[in-house]
């Protein structure tokens, strides 16, 4: 069975990967990434259900030198802070609705961009962000066909991807309701791979 449609585009840019039960990569159980860029150069996506426990945003804001005096409100704005994947953890990230722009925003799909800048979190803190975003440290990335060959293991299910599934605040539930968006109920999912 193919939840893909790999004929028309074999690309997953501005999708859902869904991790499937059996996915051998612990950090990476249960997880729904929206992929910001795929092509036969290899992939990038940010988790989009862990949230990183110990680290807040004012906390973030003090570790990289941005004054809270100079952001106002700074003290009380809770922003939580995603475990976006295992490669450069330090690094963050931000998926954000497209009405925000700067010279460095990437356009993933429509209505979804992708900032890295200091300065998308100075404006987040200040209340000139975009509408709506999702502060991640990391990203998952794959190298060439790297991707694709986890793919055709049946490590990963793809699905379209949805503002709600992106930024809504419910991270418990994202990959069941990932899983429920192509018809596929989660409990006849299992996690031993093979073949028919």
């Known amino acids: ?8 585009n074999p690309y997953f840019s501005g999708q859902l990967l869904i991790a499937m039960p ?3 990569d612990e950090r990476f159980y249960k997880t729904v990434i929206y ?11 940010l988790v989009l259900n862990q949230v990183m426990d110990g680290l807040s945003f004012p906390d973030l804001l003090e570790q990289l030198g941005i004054d809270e005096e100079s952001v106002p409100g700074g003290d009380g704005i809770s922003v ?3 475990f976006g994947g295992p490669v450069e953890a330090g690094r963050g990230f931000v998926l954000h609705s497209d009405e925000y722009q700067q010279d460095a925003t990437l356009e ?5 961009a992708l900032t890295a800048t200091v300065d ?5 803190a200040r209340g000139y962000g975009p509408r709506q975003s999702l502060l991640a440290l990391g990203y998952a990335g794959w190298g060439p066909g790297q991707l694709d060959d986890e793919i055709r293991a049946n490590g990963w299910l793809q699905a379209p991807a949805d503002s709600d599934l992106i930024f809504g605040p419910d991270q418990e539930s994202k ?9 596929i109920d989660p409990r006849m999912l299992s996690g031993d791979a093979g073949h028919a």
């Not at 069975?1 to 028309?8: I, L």
């Not at 993933?108 to 979804?112: A, E, N, P």
Request: hydrophobic fraction near 45%.
């Open 80 to 82: 939580p802070i995603h």
């Open 1 to 8: 069975m193919m939840f893909n449609n790999e004929y028309s």
């Open 175 to 183: 990959w069941e309701r990932s899983i429920a968006k192509i018809g």
């Open 108 to 112: 993933v799909d429509d209505g979804v």
């Open 120 to 124: 998308i979190l100075k404006a987040i």
């Open 22 to 24: 059996g996915m051998q």
């Open 35 to 45: 992929m910001c860029a795929h092509t036969e150069e290899g992939a990038m996506g």
